[in-house]
């Protein structure tokens, strides 16, 4: 949340200095906290706008927006200065509407009135069929991204999801709770690919955000540019034998959202070496990401560097 927030500059000097650390922790969680608990008060609707509203205002004035400027001028050539940073201001809008909308989103895990949640399956795959079959499901930083969690658990599938804790012990404990009540297990990223094979094995199907640069991936086109893209989620689909399924999520309003499960990613059929099929599947999953980007930027959080530094358009 720091880094998101502060950006990476004044990360460094705190990491030198454990005191001004935690102090920087403390402010953190009580303002976060702050927030919450207006939000609790709140309709989602009203939460939602207040957060976007904030987020809009404070946002584009952050360390972080640096990332933000670069990753969409990489992606989007062709829009013009004055284009990047009105999308810079909406994407940190949206930031606030997705951290104010936490203490709703248990309730978008049951059907409920008003439903605020609208859930499209344009799949046959046999995970939405009861056969007790496992599904890796994957999906990209946009709109809300803790929201499949929910469309899945209302859809009554047993799954697990991969998470990365904060650095921030407070504010990861506060988000954890949150999480859990969705339904949905949480495995730790420390745990790795062993979590996810154990979640496979026992019939669960799991799911993972796989939109942002990965070191030790491999690299696949992304908006043209060469990016390290996990190939995890293929490399686990293609050896348990289950559907990759994109789950794409939009934001239709204030606290509104649909989420659409697509039609399972497979490799082509000319190909019959497993790792260039693990690479062709990944490279498809990377276009859906590209194209849903493309449809609504300003619902993509791109905080984080998604090409190398050195990377340039040619």
Not at 253 to 259: E, K, L, M, P, T
């Amino acid at each position: 949340m720091a880094r998101l927030i502060l950006g990476n500059s004044f990360n460094k000097a705190v990491k030198r200095l454990p005191l001004l650390q935690h102090i920087l922790w403390a402010i953190e969680a009580a303002a976060f906290g702050i927030l919450l608990g207006i939000s609790r008060l709140l309709s989602p609707e009203r939460a939602s706008a207040l957060g976007c509203r904030l987020f809009r205002a404070v946002g584009p004035r952050l360390d972080k927006t640096r990332i933000f400027r670069r990753n969409l001028t990489l992606a989007f050539p062709e829009k013009s200065g004055g284009e990047i940073e009105m999308l810079i201001r909406e994407i940190w809008g949206n930031v606030g509407s997705v951290l104010a909308e936490y203490p709703h989103l248990p309730t978008y895990a049951v059907a409920g009135q008003p439903d605020r949640l609208e859930i499209v399956i344009n799949s046959d795959s046999p995970v939405f069929q009861n056969t007790g079959k496992a599904a890796v499901f994957v999906s990209a930083h946009l709109a809300n991204w803790e929201i499949p969690a929910a469309a899945v658990r209302r859809l009554g599938i047993p799954a697990s999801g991969l998470y990365t804790a904060l650095q921030n012990p407070w504010l990861d404990r506060s988000l954890h709770k949150v999480r859990a009540r969705l339904g949905v297990g949480l495995l730790p990223r420390d745990g790795g690919v062993r979590a996810l094979v154990r979640e496979l094995g026992s019939g669960k199907s799991i799911g993972l955000l796989v939109d942002q640069r990965v070191d030790s991936g491999e690299p696949v086109p992304f908006f043209g540019l060469e990016m390290n893209t996990s190939t995890t989620p293929a490399r686990l689909a293609l050896r348990y034998h289950c559907d990759l399924i994109p789950i794409r999520v939009q934001r239709l309003g204030n606290a509104r959202f649909r989420v659409t499960f697509d039609k399972p990613i497979t490799p082509s059929v000319e190909i019959t070496d497993d790792h260039r099929k693990i690479l062709d599947m990944t490279r498809q999953l990377n276009e859906i990401f590209e194209a849903w980007i493309r449809a609504t930027p300003q619902d993509w959080l791109c905080s984080k560097r998604r090409w190398s530094k050195d990377a340039k358009r040619p």
